[in-house]
Structure formats: C-alpha cells, structure tokens
C-alpha cells in the first residue's frame, strides 16, 4: 500500500501536534452530489451500489475529487450486518431502509447468529479496492452500527420515531434484548475487524439512537456493548495504530462514560460545546464534530461564522483532538458549494489561529 501523504486526520486522533484542524463529514457520499446520484442510477438500487466494490469505490472517491477532505469513508451501510444476519434489507424509495423479517419474539431471537464474514466480503473488497484507489491520499475509514442502533432496525424492522418495540423487549424481556445485543457486538467485532485486515486505517462506531435511552439505560444497553466491541478491536496493523471513534447522537450528557470506553475520539452532535467537553473529560480523548448539518443552508457567510465558532470553542489548533465534522449526516438537499465554503474556512481560519 502507498504511504500516506495527509496524516493529519490520524494524527489529530491521536491527540499530536496537527498544522490545521482536518474536516470531513458523516454522508459526504451521496444524494447532495449529483453525481452520485448518476452513479446510483446506474446501479439501480442503493444495495446495488453497496454490494459492487467497483460503484461503492467510485462514489467513496467522488466527493474527495470536489473537496479538499482529510479523510475518505467506506461507502457502504450500517445495516449491511442485519442484512448478513438473513434479515432481507431493502431499501424503499423515498422511504428509507427496511427488513422483510424482524427479531422480536423468543424464537426470532433464538435463532439470531454472528453471521459467517463471508457474507460481507463485498464490503472487505470494497475496502482493499478503495485503499488502492485512494493512493495514499488521505486515510480510509471503515465503519460499523453500534450493537444497539442495529438492534433498533432489527427489532422495529425499520426507522421509528418512538421506538416502541425495542423498548417494550427492553422493559418486558431485557434478556431477549441483551442475547441481541451479544451477538450484535460478536458481529460488529468481527466485522470492523475484517475491515481493518482489508486496509480500513480508522474506524467508527455509529450509535445514532444511543440518545433515545434513559440515563443509566443507555450505559447498559448501548456502551456497555460498544465497550464490548472495543475491547476486541485490533488496535494496530501493518506497524500502523487504528484508532477507534464511537459517535452517539443526542450523547452529550453521557461524554465522560464514552470518552471511559475504549474509544480515541468521541464523536458529539452540535448540542454539546467542544470546549466543555474538553474540560469534562479531561483530554482523555479527541473530539470528532459538530456543526449542525442545517448550518449548511446559511449561506457562505453563515456558513464560515459557525465553522469558526466551532472552531473557537475547541481551543488551540496546534495540539490537535479535534476532528471537524457535522453533528449528524450532510443533509440530501445540501448545495455542494456550501462544503466548498465550510471545507475552506475550516482549512484557513484553523491554519491562522494555529500560526497566530
Ligand atoms: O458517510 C458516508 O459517506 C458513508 C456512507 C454511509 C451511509 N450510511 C450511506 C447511505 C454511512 C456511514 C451510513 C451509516 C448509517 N446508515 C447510519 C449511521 C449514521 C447516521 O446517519 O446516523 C444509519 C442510521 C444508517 C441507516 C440508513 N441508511 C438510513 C436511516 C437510511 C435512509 C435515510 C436517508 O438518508 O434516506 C440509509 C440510506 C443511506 N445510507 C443513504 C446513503 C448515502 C441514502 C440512500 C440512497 O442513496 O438512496
């Protein structure tokens, strides 16, 4: 593999000296560019486009070709392991994903099993073929749902807004929920693992509905398990470490219980202020965020006032833990110039706080 030319999304990770705050963006492959939407025509269906390494290298790559991003992530799904798992995932126009078959009563979850990986080969050929393709530009990051987020889709079988079936297993059957949840982080494991052997130089863990559970709830039922997956990660390959990001939308309450967990870098969404969460977790860990994605709408002065202001809360550039990011994913309506605007502003007033 070719050296790597732009390091500094890892070095920022691991808390080293960095010239300028790197930034790339949760989504940054998909709707809002046109064409990956062309790309996505043309493969005919979201899965068509995940499960073909030479699409799912195309589109991972069109949006560095645009901006000047410190980092690439695999195109693929947090959803692809249910999948595996032999629920049916698809995905409705419009409507977003949903499994034909659900986990629900005590047999369902009698018969959920750690899949075999081969299933999932396609994301790992995705990866090696990306890694080769990126040249050593900027790193690879893979990525997985935390066991908790998966279980939310498998149990529900689709998006809620109340998540009422899960929290009824969870408050009427909790160890149905916890046999899920242990075989989600088996699966996860093995699955962020495979992508590390594939080439992945960092990984994330997606907890996008850990914010949904109540305080003492969500430490059992989503850390405790991310935890779990943590404490099996390889943590170095090839001579390189692979650092360990675990993002909770709606979390930041929970930040010096994550930032305990494992992790490198804590991911946080726009509600929390980067420079309290420093102070509260005492430099323990880097942070990945988090303008709101909706900022992107403000227009380019908008745009490069909230990027400083995130910026600012941080604090010195020069000793790196921050990772500019979104809160939550871009959203589909986005124009493309405003990540133009953000991703240059980010690069400019980070360079000048640092040299002063
Ligand atoms: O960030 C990237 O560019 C990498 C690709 C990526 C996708 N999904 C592609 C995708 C990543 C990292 C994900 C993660 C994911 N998927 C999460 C966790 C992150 C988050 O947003 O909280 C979740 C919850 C999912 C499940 C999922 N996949 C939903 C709810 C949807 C539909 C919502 C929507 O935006 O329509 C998807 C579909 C999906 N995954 C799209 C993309 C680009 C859009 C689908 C399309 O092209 O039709």
């Not at 929290?167 to 949840?181: E, F, G, S, V, W």
Request: aromatic share 10%.
């Amino acid at each position: 593999m070719a050296p790597l030319k732009n390091n500094v999304f890892l070095r920022a990770l691991m808390r080293e000296p960095v010239p300028y705050t790197p930034v790339w963006l949760m989504r940054q492959a998909g709707r809002y560019l046109p064409e990956y939407k062309q790309t996505r025509a043309q493969a005919g269906s979201f899965m068509g486009l995940a499960q073909n390494p030479d699409y799912a290298c195309e589109v991972t790559l069109q949006p560095l070709r645009r901006f000047a991003l410190d980092a690439a992530i695999l195109f693929s799904d947090i959803l692809t392991v249910p999948d595996a798992m032999g629920l049916g995932l698809q995905f409705m126009e419009g409507e977003g994903p949903r499994f034909d078959r659900v986990v629900r009563d005590e047999a369902q979850v009698q018969a959920l099993t750690v899949p075999d990986m081969d299933r999932l080969r396609y994301v790992f050929d995705a990866v090696t073929l990306i890694r080769r393709e990126l040249d050593g530009k900027v790193p690879l990051i893979g990525f997985s749902g935390s066991p908790w987020t998966l279980a939310c889709y498998m149990v529900e079988g689709r998006g809620s807004s109340d998540y009422r079936q899960i929290k009824t297993m969870l408050y009427q059957r909790p160890d149905l929920l916890h046999r899920i949840l242990k075989i989600n982080a088996q699966a996860v494991q093995q699955y962020l693992n495979a992508q590390i052997r594939a080439g992945a130089q960092a990984v994330m863990i997606f907890d996008s509905w850990g914010g949904v559970l109540a305080d003492g709830l969500f430490q059992q039922f989503s850390l405790d398990y991310t935890r779990l997956v943590l404490s099996g990660l390889i943590r170095e390959h090839e001579g390189e470490r692979i650092p360990a990001v675990v993002f909770t939308k709606g979390g930041g309450m929970w930040i010096e219980d994550i930032a305990k967990s494992g992790c490198d870098a804590v991911g946080v969404d726009w509600t929390v202020n980067l420079g309290e969460a420093r102070r509260r977790t005492g430099d323990q860990v880097a942070f990945q965020g988090n303008l709101d994605p909706m900022a992107l709408f403000g227009g380019d002065e908008a745009i490069r006032r909230e990027a400083r202001r995130v910026i600012d809360d941080f604090g010195p550039v020069g000793e790196g833990g921050h990772i500019f990011n979104l809160g939550h994913g871009i959203s589909q309506f986005t124009p493309p110039e405003a990540v133009t605007s953000l991703v240059d502003e980010v690069h400019m007033y980070s360079r000048q706080a640092h040299t002063g």
